[in-house]
């Protein structure tokens, strides 16, 4: 029923990962043993969900899935649990783990208090010292929440009316403890230093400054709106406070301390993490930004606040989601700030959208603007962060420019290369094409570089239909086939052949042999009817013709001239293309060249203004194909 073998891996590669340092290993593994013996599955999960006895076991309604039957089973002599309808199953910790959406160690703790254990025993005295400082500022940092709220909402003050002004609720106040230093040197530190606290602990966590010639303390944040900061569990780690008028810094952060450290928190992880919706989160910049979207109802969101997004903070939501939609300001810097966030999200292989705030300069104005349904939509809407980036770049260029266009699809593709399914690069690469008038094929050839040929000749191969003679590596059936069509009907209908060869010649045509028998067929488009047999003069294979032969003329409508016309188009299209693959092989043969040797730089730069001479001969035969 279980497989305890990856049970126990799991929980070993979990202690490793998230035992603090200094903690002794093995007095860990004994207290979740003895956690385990401790706590009896049954009445743990009992206390989450009903549960009702079946023989020696229990079952219930699976809280992991939706369902009406149970089938979710709780085995009280292996101390297991396993539901059969959506397959989640594992031991007592495993469970509250998923309940409380906690991390191993947080889920063991709680345990341990259920029954009685006291976590901490045997540890070092320096690990016990940290412990029991976390503690103490966590306390201290509560204190100050209350001080900073009972502030707040205690008297009239600047701090209520600017949140009032910026369209909080009361009941939005008290969810996110927000409150109001007062205009004070000292009105914390007396009123904590009261509450027992060293002005030292103080300065230690951030609350209080020390003058220069560190005579006395004094309050860090004053006359400020103030910013609870949270982890994501809920504690409080500290303060960011926001001035009630145009002057700066407009926002005061604490520093870093034991408790607080920027780069591996989020702010809003503590509520968004309860509030996931199909492992999506929106990520935005700022408090008053989360704090108005959750007021208007999304609650799935976090805030980084003000920082660049780190790989601390990318791996922390990498455990909650698989999807972030970044909702940044709409301005050059969050444009910036969005770029970076992309790079470290898609790096952790997060997939990531990009949400369009329209005029509006951040999702507080948005989401004030337009309310709920329209944020909604943006969300629906939001685009993947390759369009996003392309988008980006496109401002950069002007595509009256043929340099700027063909840097701009370079550029492009690189952003494309890095996506690792094929059907998103096609679906890009179409989006691309579309935005530029350059062929899907050439930006194709862009996109996968030297590995293009193999994966475009072997999928050629695999339909393979029939034998052609001294086929070029990058002539494809569907060339030779559309050649010798066009060639069989101008050979059979005298009309259609007038028409035609008004509009083609021999280097409309690709294929040695069909240049041939279009020359033949000029040369004796006075005869009614030209068959295979007349050709058979020609120096042209057996099997060429016998191929020839085979070709039937059945589907297409000889009488109908926009049908002719298709043809004669496609001829030339997959001339021309075969020429800009050419041309494209020529432009990454230079590029390598100019990767791997030790070039001169007169060489350098000779093979740079080749390059922009040949990419000039590739817009121009991507004119010729989409004027076609
Ligand atoms: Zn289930």
């Known amino acids: 029923m279980f497989d305890k073998f990856t049970i126990s891996c799991k929980i070993e590669m979990l202690i490793q990962k998230s035992t603090p340092e200094g903690d002794n290993m093995d007095d860990i593994k004994d207290i979740i043993e003895e956690i385990k013996s401790r706590c009896d599955i049954a009445s743990i999960i009992s206390e989450y969900m009903n549960i009702k006895q079946s023989g020696n076991n229990y079952k219930g309604l699976c809280p992991f899935h939706g369902e009406k039957t149970p089938s979710f089973y709780i085995s009280t002599s292996k101390q297991m649990y396993k539901c059969f309808g959506c397959g989640e199953g594992g031991d007592v910790i495993r469970f509250v783990m998923k309940m409380e959406n906690l991390e191993f160690m947080d889920a063991v703790k709680i345990l341990a208090n259920k029954c009685g254990l006291e976590i901490n025993t045997n540890m070092s005295k320096e690990a016990k010292i940290k412990l029991e400082n976390i503690k103490k500022f966590q306390d201290i940092h509560?204190?100050?929440?209350?001080?900073?709220?009972?502030?707040?909402?205690?008297?009239?003050?600047?701090?209520?009316?600017?949140?009032?002004?910026?369209?909080?609720?009361?009941?939005?106040?008290?969810?996110?403890?927000l409150g109001f230093s007062l205009d004070s040197w000292q009105s914390l530190s007396d009123y904590l230093v009261k509450k027992g606290y060293s002005k030292l602990d103080l300065f230690n966590c951030g609350l209080v400054n020390q003058n220069d010639s560190k005579t006395h303390f004094y309050d860090k944040f004053r006359n400020r709106v103030m910013f609870p900061i949270f982890d994501y569990r809920g504690n409080v780690i500290g303060f960011g406070g926001r001035v009630l008028d145009d002057s700066l810094p407009k926002y005061l952060n604490s520093p870093e301390t034991i408790i607080f450290n920027k780069r591996q928190n989020l702010y809003g992880l503590n509520f968004a993490r309860k509030n996931l919706k199909d492992r999506n989160v929106v990520l935005v910049e700022g408090y008053m930004d989360l704090i108005s979207l959750y007021q208007y109802g999304i609650k799935n969101v976090v805030a980084t606040l003000g920082t660049a997004l780190t790989q601390e903070q990318g791996k922390l939501l990498k455990r909650y989601v698989d999807?972030?939609?970044?909702?940044?300001?709409?301005?050059?810097?969050?444009?910036n700030a969005t770029l970076r966030a992309i790079d470290v999200l898609t790096n952790l292989n997060i997939n990531?959208?990009?949400?369009?705030?329209?005029?509006?300069?951040?999702?507080?104005?948005?989401?004030?603007?337009?309310?709920?349904?329209?944020?909604?939509?943006?969300?629906?809407?939001?685009?993947?962060?390759?369009?996003?980036?392309?988008?980006?770049?496109?401002?950069?260029f002007n595509f009256e420019k043929d340099e700027h266009k063909i840097k701009f699809v370079k550029e492009s593709s690189k952003i494309i290369k890095k996506l690792k399914s094929p059907v998103e690069v096609d679906y890009y690469t179409k989006y691309l094409s579309n935005q530029t008038d350059i062929g899907v094929d050439s930006i194709k050839r862009e996109v996968y570089g030297k590995d293009y040929n193999k994966s475009y000749t072997n999928k050629y191969k695999a339909s393979k239909e029939e034998k052609v003679i001294e086929k070029p590596k990058a002539i494809t059936n569907g060339?030779?086939?559309?050649?010798?069509?066009?060639l069989k009907a101008i050979m059979y209908d005298k009309k259609i052949r007038e028409v035609v060869l008004l509009r083609v010649d021999e280097s409309d045509f690709l294929i040695r042999e069909n240049k041939e028998i279009l020359n033949y067929i000029i040369k004796n488009k006075e005869l009614d009817k030209i068959t295979i047999d007349k050709i058979k003069c020609l120096n042209i294979p057996e099997e060429y013709l016998q191929s020839f032969e085979n070709i039937s003329l059945d589907s297409i409508n000889l009488g109908n001239i926009k049908q002719i016309d298709e043809i004669v188009k496609n001829v030339k299209k997959n001339k021309i293309q075969h020429e800009i693959d050419k041309l494209l092989e020529e432009l990454q043969e230079m590029e390598s060249k100019q990767h791997n040797n030790d070039m001169k730089e007169v060489d350098f730069e000779n093979m740079e203004i080749a390059k922009i001479r040949i990419s000039q001969e590739i817009l121009d035969r991507q004119k010729k194909v989409n004027s076609l």
């Open 142 to 177: 509560v204190e100050a929440a209350r001080f900073y709220f009972s502030n707040l909402v205690g008297s009239k003050n600047q701090g209520y009316e600017y949140l009032m002004k910026r369209g909080l609720d009361d009941k939005t106040i008290r969810k996110f403890g």
């Open 323 to 335: 999807t972030v939609i970044i909702s940044y300001d709409s301005d050059e810097a969050g444009i």
């Open 352 to 396: 990531v959208k990009v949400l369009d705030l329209k005029e509006c300069k951040d999702p507080d104005e948005f989401v004030r603007n337009y309310g709920l349904n329209k944020y909604n939509e943006a969300i629906e809407n939001s685009i993947h962060y390759v369009k996003f980036k392309i988008n980006c770049l496109k401002r950069e």
């Open 479 to 486: 060339t030779t086939f559309i050649e010798k069509t066009l």
